[in-house]
């Protein structure tokens, strides 16, 4: 039986290579980037180039969108030349940004009101999953379309539905405090040993064979410590998500006092001109309000 014919809209870092497992999937795709230079090397795999968000949907029966922030997803979907404008009723609609779960909800809502069954699906694994298709999804939306789309998901990662629309941006929420958290402690504690006298590595290698071993510090560990700060994750984006599990905290009176610290820390490093560093250089921050960096052979 053919596979369904998707369009992709957003090829960054993220999602190039989960726009390619798809294509090599077997999935006939149109894609679409706001910088065209970026869909060129999908369509030298045999994609096909859309003009705008209204032509990929226009041209597609599923529509997956991987932007930037809750304002880039509203344009992609509500915009003049939206994906709204464009989709017919049954087109399946799945955004895997990563936007706020207001947002998401309003979405899906004016999806409904067009015929077309929403999911809202973040994924969490960086670069290196979005490369391997080791994803973890996290999906919001009704069980008979997280069925429709499951085949889509597993050629990107393992997908998980955790409750009606907007339920997938709330986990993934509360993954990005853990994942900040882990970074800041990460940090914490190989800045302490530097000061002390002790080698990074040993930290590292010390701390990744106990109950402080981590995904984080597997992922990146060895990098931050030989200094490498090469984007995965790109720092302004977790200092988005941070602003998004602020709002989340007021909309739920939720107090989250150590998430709003991993915030201020995450200003820091924007003030500092570091937003486009990975986030794991978070540590940074840190190292600069000890006066000390640690690196190997340091």
């Known amino acids: 039986m053919a596979k369904e014919k998707i369009g992709f809209i957003g090829l960054g870092i993220m999602g190039r290579p989960m726009a390619t497992h798809l294509l090599r999937g077997g999935h006939p795709m149109v894609v679409y980037n706001r910088t065209p230079s970026k869909v060129e090397p999908l369509v030298a795999l045999g994609a096909e180039a859309g003009r705008n968000c209204t032509d990929v949907a226009e041209r597609s029966e599923v529509v997956i969108s991987m932007v930037g922030d809750s304002p880039d997803v509203e344009c992609v979907y509500l ?54 298709a080791t994803l973890s999804i996290m999906v919001g939306g009704e069980p008979h379309v997280f069925e429709r789309a499951r085949p889509i998901f597993e ?122 560093l990975d986030h794991s250089a978070v540590i940074k921050v840190i190292e600069s309000l000890s006066n000390v960096e640690a690196r190997f052979g340091e």
Not at 90 to 118: E, F, H, Q, R
């Open 79 to 132: 915009g003049d030349e939206g994906v709204l404008v464009g989709a017919r009723p049954g087109t399946l609609l799945i955004d895997m940004s990563t936007i706020s779960p207001v947002v998401a909800v309003k979405v899906a809502t004016a999806a409904a009101g067009n015929g077309c069954p929403m999911l809202d699906a973040p994924v969490s694994g960086g670069d290196v999953g979005a490369k391997n």
């Open 155 to 276: 050629l990107l990662g393992t997908p998980v539905l955790c409750g009606p629309s907007g339920a997938g941006q709330t986990v993934k929420a509360c993954n990005q405090i853990q994942v900040a958290l882990n970074f800041i402690g990460m940090a914490e504690a190989l800045v302490l040993g530097a000061k002390a006298g002790v080698d990074p590595g040993i930290v590292v290698k010390v701390l990744s064979a106990g109950y402080a071993q981590s995904k984080v510090m597997d992922v990146r560990g060895t990098r931050i410590i030989q200094g490498d700060f090469e984007p995965g994750f790109r720092s302004r984006f977790h200092y988005k998500d941070l602003n998004i599990i602020r709002e989340a905290a007021r909309a739920f009176q939720c107090s989250l006092p150590a998430s709003a610290l991993a915030h201020e820390l995450f200003s820091a490093m924007l003030a500092n001109g570091w937003g486009d």
